[in-house]
Antibody, heavy 119, light 109 residues
Framework: QVHLVESGGGLVRPGGSLRLSCTAS????????MAWVRQIPGRGLEWVLY????????YYADSVKGRFTVSRDNAKKSLFLEMKNLRSDDTAVYYC?????????????WGQGTRVTVS | DMVLTQSPGTLSLSPGERATLSCRAS???????LAWYQQRPGQAPRLLIY???RRATGIPDRFSGSASGTDFNLTISRLEPEDFAVYYC??????????FGQGTTLEIK
């Protein structure tokens, strides 16, 4: 059974930094694209970052380019999101999501999310 | 840029009824690269449909997806109490990749 668990969220000042982690289990982590998707409270979903199986390819939403960095450790079945120069509009629940083997931008499993508040 | 517009914003129906949710793309997708998700209150989104009409693993067959040009529909044939939630469509063909619609709230009448 696929299981994704995010951690690292919290309250941070504008301009501050935060590192989110996602630990995966129940599937062959190194065989799948992974993503971070966020949801602003009471609003819709925004895909943020997407990383290929071997981390050779990454995609960033324009809203986070230059500030956020995604990485992964396949040996530890973990996905990371390094966030710098945080702004109030980065306040959201951040979900770790599992992609497919071919890089299609849809996500068949999601974690429960970790809340980031920039204030 | 590709924009997805979902309608209606809110749909009020009763259990047992049929629900049809719409997602319109601002351009032809050129493929069937569209997914549907369900999000219940306090929960993460759950993939229902991908490639416009393929049900994800474990999704009941009362959920179905269809496509016609730039119009995509999610149909729930007979509503169960647990189906009342917010539904999002997402396209994955065109720039900007991975964009979501704004959501449709399916509420109990």
């Amino acid at each position: 059974q696929v299981h994704l668990v995010e951690s690292g969220g919290g309250l941070v000042r504008p301009g501050g930094s935060l590192r989110l982690s996602c630990t995966a289990s129940g599937f062959s982590f190194s065989d799948y694209y992974m993503a971070w998707v966020r949801q602003i409270p009471g609003r819709g979903l925004e895909w943020v970052l997407y990383i290929s199986m071997s981390a050779t390819t990454t995609y960033y939403a324009d809203s986070v380019k230059g500030r956020f960095t995604v990485s992964r450790d396949n040996a530890k079945k973990s996905l990371f999101l390094e966030m710098k120069n945080l702004r109030s509009d980065d306040t959201a629940v951040y979900y770790c999501a599992k992609g497919d083997e071919w890089g299609n931008f849809y996500f068949d499993h999601w974690g429960q999310g970790t809340r980031v508040t920039v204030s | 840029d590709m924009v997805l517009t979902q309608s209606p914003g809110t749909l009020s129906l009763s259990p047992g009824e049929r629900a049809t949710l719409s997602c319109r793309a601002s351009q032809r997708l050129g493929s069937t690269s569209l997914a549907w998700y369900q999000q219940r209150p306090g929960q993460a989104p759950r993939l229902l449909i991908y490639d416009a009409s393929r049900r994800a693993t474990g999704i009941p067959d009362r959920f179905s997806g269809s496509a016609s040009g730039t119009d995509f529909n999610l149909t729930i044939s007979r509503l169960e109490p647990e189906d009342f939630a917010v539904y999002y469509c997402q396209q994955y063909c065109c720039s900007p990749l991975g964009t979501f619609g704004q959501g449709t709230t399916l509420e109990i009448k």
